[in-house]
C-alpha cells in the first residue's frame, strides 16, 4: 500500500552540483506531477506527465528536467543546482477524470 | 499571480466548534476545487472537493460550499477534533494540468 514513494527525503547540495529526485507511483495512473513547496505559497506546478514517454512544463520549469520512460516512475533533474531551488518537492500523481492527486511525504532539498 | 487565495494563514478553534476555511480564486475557467489536508514531514492528502457545477458537497464532519458568482469556497468541520489540527491547502483546477494551490491556512483545534 505504497502510493506515491519519493526519494531521497533529504539532501543537501552546493551550487552546481546536479542530482535526480526519483518518484516512483505503483497506483497505475497515467498522470504524474512534480511540486515545490516555498513558505508562505502554495504549491506550484515544475512539470507534469500525462503519459509514459510524455512530460510538459508547468508553472515554474526553469532550471529543471523531467523524464518518464516507465509509467510508474517520474524523475525530476537538477542539472546545476542554486540556492533559489531550495525548497521541498512533492510529486504526486493522478488518474483518469476527476481524480484527485496523490503526494509522495516530500523531499527536502537545501543548497548552499 | 496568485490565482487562489487563502487569506487566513492561521485559523484557533476549540474543540467541538465549527472551523471555517475560506479560498478565494480569480480564474473563472476552474471548474474543479479540491481541499487537501497537510501534516508536518508529510505529503498532503486528498480531503474532499466538489465540481464546479454543484454548490455544496458533503462528507462526514467536512462540506464543501461553492459561490461561483463570488469566485470563493468553504470548508466547514464540524463538530472539529484536534486531530483535525493540520495545514489546509485549497486548489482549484481546469483539466488536470493546471491546479493551482492556496498558500495553506494553518488550523489549531484545542482541547
Known amino acids: 500500500n505504497a502510493g506515491v514513494t519519493q526519494t531521497p527525503k533529504f539532501r543537501v547540495l552546493k551550487t552546481g552540483q546536479s542530482m535526480t529526485l526519483l518518484c516512483a507511483q505503483d497506483?497505475?495512473?497515467?498522470?504524474m506531477y512534480w511540486y515545490r513547496q516555498d513558505p508562505g505559497m502554495g504549491l506550484r506546478l515544475i512539470h507534469y506527465s500525462v503519459g509514459e514517454g510524455t512530460t510538459a512544463k508547468g508553472e515554474v520549469p526553469d532550471g529543471y528536467n523531467v523524464s518518464r520512460l516507465k509509467k510508474q516512475n517520474f524523475l525530476l533533474g537538477l542539472e546545476s543546482a542554486a540556492p533559489s531551488q531550495t525548497s521541498v518537492y512533492f510529486c504526486?500523481?493522478?488518474?483518469?477524470?476527476?481524480?484527485?492527486?496523490?503526494f509522495g511525504d516530500g523531499t527536502r532539498l537545501s543548497i548552499l | 499571480d496568485q490565482q487562489v487565495k487563502q487569506n487566513s494563514p492561521s485559523l484557533s478553534v476549540q474543540e467541538g466548534r465549527i472551523s471555517i476555511l475560506n479560498c478565494d480564486y480569480t480564474?473563472?475557467?476552474?471548474?474543479?476545487f479540491l481541499w487537501y489536508k497537510k501534516y508536518p514531514a508529510e505529503g498532503p492528502t486528498f480531503l474532499i472537493s466538489?465540481?464546479?457545477?454543484?454548490d455544496k458537497n458533503e462528507d462526514g464532519r467536512f462540506t464543501v460550499f461553492l459561490n461561483k458568482s463570488a469566485k470563493h469556497l468553504s470548508l466547514h468541520i464540524v463538530p472539529s477534533q484536534p486531530g483535525d489540527s493540520a495545514v489546509y491547502f485549497c486548489?482549484?483546477?481546469?483539466?488536470?494540468?493546471?491546479?493551482?494551490f492556496g498558500a495553506g491556512t494553518r488550523l489549531t483545534v484545542k482541547p
Open positions: 504526486a500523481s493522478s488518474g483518469q477524470g476527476d481524480q484527485p492527486q496523490h
Open positions: 497506483m497505475n495512473h497515467e498522470y
Open positions: 466538489i465540481s464546479s457545477i454543484k
Open positions: 486548489a482549484a483546477a481546469h483539466g488536470h494540468n493546471d491546479m493551482r
Open positions: 480564474n473563472s475557467m476552474f471548474d474543479y
